[in-house]
């Protein structure tokens, strides 16, 4: 039995079947039934028109459930996620906006993997992201680059309701990186996007998976595992061997590069007919705009963490920063 609604898309209408499968997952995991869904829909979009901060907000249900679903259909949390992605965009728009795959700098990236999704979805019905470390050069490209091709690829994961409702596994390889790669950014930059990031992106991140980690950088990994969310933290495993992640990976979720059965290189020009499927949706979410930040509810501000008594979240990457530019990486 399959449920049927009604999806407004770029002011059209289409009608979008949801499976039982995927019922099931989204009742079980997000509280998500029929009732609910519409219920939600209709005051997130009734509070988006009359939000006088907001301007050219798409109001279509695809984007509006991004919202819902990653915060379990709570309107008022929703609202609050819409407004941190609105104000992320406009702080870092060098980051996160412009989104074009057929951009130079970013398609390089983009043709040399260091970040795709794979074609296949695994046994849980997940998407998953493979990031190469071998695929940057960071004498070439620079740190605004690396952030506009995550962005990139969840704007354009995030278009497409399966994986909203699922979730998103990831796959990192570190092998082949270097002290440049960890130095390319401006300590108070990844700061600032490392702590508003996982409150801000409404994706729901099920499995990280980490392999060919340098033995000088696994310290890193346990820094910022120690300023994410406990959730978040549980879900984040390093491995020591292929074969030890291909017991946690579905083999044909993972390139013939890294123990898995497709070369990576055709799984490149999957995604790319994927992302020249969405180039419009994403290129016009710059026509979204956040014209105040004043309705963003805050735990404690960026500015008062960095006037605070002890050392801050900064301090402590610079910090790292300067341990990293006098490390060799095996």
């Known amino acids: ?13 289409t009608v979008l079947e949801l499976p039982e499968s995927l019922l099931k997952i989204a009742k ?9 869904r519409e219920q939600s829909l209709e005051q997130l979009r009734n509070w988006v028109m009359k939000n006088e901060d907001l301007q050219n907000v798409r109001c279509d249900d695809t984007f509006l459930l991004r919202f819902l679903r990653a915060k379990k259909f709570s309107v008022p949390m929703a609202e609050q996620t819409m407004l941190k992605y609105l104000n992320i965009r406009r702080t870092f728009p060098h980051m996160s906006t412009q989104l074009d795959y057929m951009e130079p700098r970013l398609g390089d990236l983009i043709d040399q993997g ?37 962005f990139l690829t969840y704007e354009c994961l995030m278009e497409d309701q399966e994986t909203q409702i699922t979730g998103l596994s990831h796959v990192g390889d570190f092998s082949g990186v270097s002290t440049a790669h960890v130095t390319n950014w401006n300590p108070t930059e990844f ?31 346990d820094f910022v595992k120690n300023r994410v969310s ?45 992302l020249a499927a969405k180039r419009d949706l994403v290129l016009g979410l710059d026509k979204c705009t956040l014209l ?26 610079e910090s790292i920063e300067g341990s990293f530019r006098k490390l060799e990486f095996d």
């Open 114 to 150: 260091y970040i795709f999704a794979v074609p296949q979805r695994d046994k849980h019905g997940r998407r998953v992201v493979i990031i190469n470390a071998k695929g940057l050069n960071p004498k070439v490209h620079t740190a605004a680059d690396q952030a506009k091709a995550h």
């Open 230 to 274: 406990s959730k978040m933290k549980n879900r984040l495993i390093i491995y020591g061997s292929e074969k030890e992640l291909m017991k946690a990976v579905d083999a044909g979720c993972l390139p013939l590069e890294m123990g898995g059965t497709m070369p990576m290189r055709e799984m490149i020009a999957l995604w790319k007919q994927e």
């Open 1 to 13: 039995m399959k449920e049927t609604k009604l999806m407004q898309d770029q002011g059209e209408s």
């Open 292 to 317: 105040s930040d004043r309705g963003i509810q805050r735990r404690s501000s960026f500015n008062s963490e960095k006037s605070g008594n002890g050392p801050n979240f900064v301090s402590q990457i």
């Open 191 to 221: 700061a600032r996007i490392f702590k508003w990031g996982e409150q801000s992106l409404p994706m729901r991140h099920k499995e990280i998976h980490l392999i060919n980690v340098p033995s000088t950088l696994k310290w890193l990994i």
């Open 28 to 36: 079980r995991e997000l509280r998500e039934d029929r009732c609910t």
